[in-house]
């Protein structure tokens, strides 16, 4: 990963600015949750571009009672009866929530469109509805952002190769992700927490109380004749 002026960004110093941020969206989620706030977040974009990874190093130091990631399994048959915002409605944020949807609506736009998985009807009509539902959203309080992230052919064409011929590595980073997907996971978590005004909330300091030791039982007794997993490592 490099710096803003290309050049190589250090591990040691990735991780101070990664935890700088991540103490950001701790002050982005008080604030939310302190103001009753309402926020959805909108992932898109190509396959193994590295949504689900951005998403992680999001929620990763943060409360899942605020920060909400979804990401929808493909349609049940009594959903595909539904209107077809509708299974999407469920899952906005109510008060001190922020949603991160993992794909969203825009299944239709994309995938769905592309694939024959609906009718042009209904793709015309979902672009003539986006705007009128993404508007009553706005205007009924919920602050929507939206990312897309994209990557190249060659690119894409190596990682899905790697997932295809490895499959430990379909579901972790290899030497050769981690420099490019963790300069975007700096770039939008700073935009995200810049994106959702807020300020910082002064926390009185918590200090830990001493045990009583009234009617204690002894822990080490307890243990005795229980069965325990093997110390392999």
Not at 2 to 13: A, E, H, M
Not at 99 to 114: L, T
Not at 210 to 231: C, H, I, N, T, W
């Amino acid at each position: 990963m490099k710096n803003s002026n290309g050049t190589p960004l250090k591990r040691k110093k990735y991780e101070t600015e990664l935890r700088k941020l991540q103490a950001g969206l701790c002050q982005v989620q008080e604030w939310v949750k302190h103001k009753g706030l309402r926020v959805v977040v909108i992932f898109e974009g190509r396959d193994a571009a590295g949504k689900g990874g951005t998403i992680k190093a999001i929620t990763e130091r943060v409360s899942p009672r605020v920060f909400r990631p979804v990401a929808l399994p493909a349609p049940s048959d009594r959903e595909k009866s539904m209107i077809y915002f509708q299974r999407y409605m469920s899952h906005l944020p109510a008060a001190g929530e922020i949603v991160i949807f993992d794909r969203s609506w825009y299944n239709r736009a994309g995938v769905e469109h592309v694939m024959g998985f609906c009718s042009k009807e209904e793709y015309r009509r979902f672009l003539d509805l986006t705007p009128v539902v993404e508007k009553y959203l706005v205007d009924g309080g919920v602050q929507l952002i939206k990312f897309w992230l994209e990557v190249g052919d060659k690119e894409q064409k190596r990682r899905f190769e790697a997932r295809i011929n490895d499959p430990i590595r379909q579901w972790k980073l290899s030497s050769m992700d981690l420099p490019s997907r963790s300069k975007w996971w700096l770039n939008c978590i700073a935009h995200l927490v810049s994106l959702i005004p807020h300020k910082k909330l002064s926390q009185s300091k918590v200090k830990l109380s001493k045990r009583s030791m009234k009617g204690a039982y002894d822990d080490q007794a307890a243990l005795k004749g229980r069965k325990f997993v093997p110390e392999k490592y």
